[in-house]
């Protein structure tokens, strides 16, 4: 079957620690515009949870240059009720692991999906 | 009463859905070993330049991404993958009144002029997903601008000239993990397509 090209151009947008970010900026993920709109929010201790969750709601919702959407599991922990309430398909959310807090699969949204799916919660 | 048909397709579907799982944790213990090595080589460059040296402090005030998606439609799944913009067009009128063996000494220009060709498709592409910014029309601004995007093009180059190489290695660490974070993606929406069809196929007994 033929493949159609939906949209070119999208962006990788990252909500996590200072340490993940500069890593994935390395990686030249980073995008900041002349009008100061970066694809990435940097969460230290001052972050409020309101912050990342309007940063959250923008990357998913507002924005549409938004294709993947990668989040701290620490972090993703504090927004779990936004995760659970998300429902499309793009942009992808995916927990990443932190360097102070290991991937813990029992928290992760994707696999409690599986989980209900199957049954096994 | 359950047709055959129907319960083996549920079967199928199940099956599939425990394979591309199974490839999900696989790559998630992936991603997660990539990171760790990211962050270790992070914080021996950090050991070594200064703590501020790799830090927030050093994002320039442009950035131009240079991993870019492009999102195609496959039936009914969507299928993410890495963007590579077209550059032929670009190379062979670059090197139209040129043959096919360069001379020694004009490679470094021919290259010069695909780095300048190569910012502009950047800037164009920039440019056409933020059309109502109109502060482009300045010639001066516009060579400025392009010597920044030059050094957002090259990220390692926002923490100095002589990086070292445990910098060098972390930026290959994170760059795998993009990979492994594109292909983990696309498992996810494989998944999410299955559920989709499961749950069509299970109401419809």
């Known amino acids: 079957m033929a493949e159609k090209r939906v949209q070119d151009n999208a962006l990788v947008a990252v909500i996590a620690d200072e340490d993940t970010i500069t890593g994935f900026l390395l990686a030249g993920v980073g995008h900041k515009d002349k009008k100061r709109q970066e694809n990435f929010l940097l969460v230290d201790n001052k972050t409020s949870q309101a912050r990342i969750e309007q940063a959250f709601r923008d990357f998913t919702t507002k924005r549409e240059d938004i294709a993947i959407v990668l989040i701290s599991q620490k972090i993703a922990d504090d927004i779990r009720h936004l995760l659970n309430d998300y429902d499309k398909v793009i942009p992808t959310i995916l927990e990443i692991p932190s360097k102070d807090h290991p991937y813990d699969p029992s928290k992760d949204s994707i696999m409690s999906k599986v989980k209900r799916m199957t049954g096994t919660e | 009463m359950v047709s055959e048909e129907k319960a083996k397709k549920l079967d199928d579907l199940l099956i599939s859905y425990m394979t591309y799982l199974d490839e999900f944790i696989q790559l998630k213990e992936n991603l997660s070993t990539l990171m760790k090595s990211g962050h270790w080589n992070l914080g021996r460059a950090r050991y070594s330049m200064g703590s501020i040296a790799v830090s927030h402090f050093k994002y320039p005030d442009y950035?131009?991404?240079?991993?870019?998606?492009?999102?195609?439609?496959?039936?009914?799944?969507?299928?993410?993958?890495?963007?590579?913009?077209?550059?032929?067009?670009?190379?062979?009128?670059?090197?139209?009144?040129?043959?096919?063996?360069?001379?020694?000494?004009?490679?470094?220009?021919?290259?010069?002029?695909?780095?300048?060709?190569?910012?502009?498709?950047?800037?164009?592409?920039?440019?056409?997903?933020?059309?109502?910014?109109?502060?482009?029309?300045?010639?001066?601004?516009?060579?400025?601008?392009?010597?920044?995007?030059?050094?957002?093009?090259?990220?390692?180059?926002?923490?100095?000239?002589?990086?070292?190489?445990?910098l060098r290695q972390a930026q290959k660490d994170f760059t795998s993990a993009m990979d492994a974070t594109l292909h983990l993606a696309n498992i996810v929406l494989k998944m999410q397509e299955i559920q989709r069809v499961y749950k069509l196929e299970q109401s419809s007994i």
């Open chain 2, 63 to 166: 950035m131009t991404c240079s991993y870019l998606l492009s999102l195609n439609q496959e039936n009914s799944t969507t299928k993410i993958s890495k963007y590579t913009p077209d550059l032929t067009n670009n190379n062979t009128s670059a090197n139209k009144s040129s043959s096919s063996l360069r001379s020694r000494k004009n490679i470094k220009s021919d290259d010069n002029k695909h780095d300048s060709k190569l910012i502009q498709e950047i800037m164009d592409s920039v440019v056409s997903k933020k059309e109502e910014d109109d502060e482009y029309e300045d010639d001066e601004d516009d060579e400025e601008f392009a010597k920044k995007m030059n050094l957002a093009k090259h990220p390692i180059n926002w923490f100095g000239v002589l990086v070292p190489p445990t």
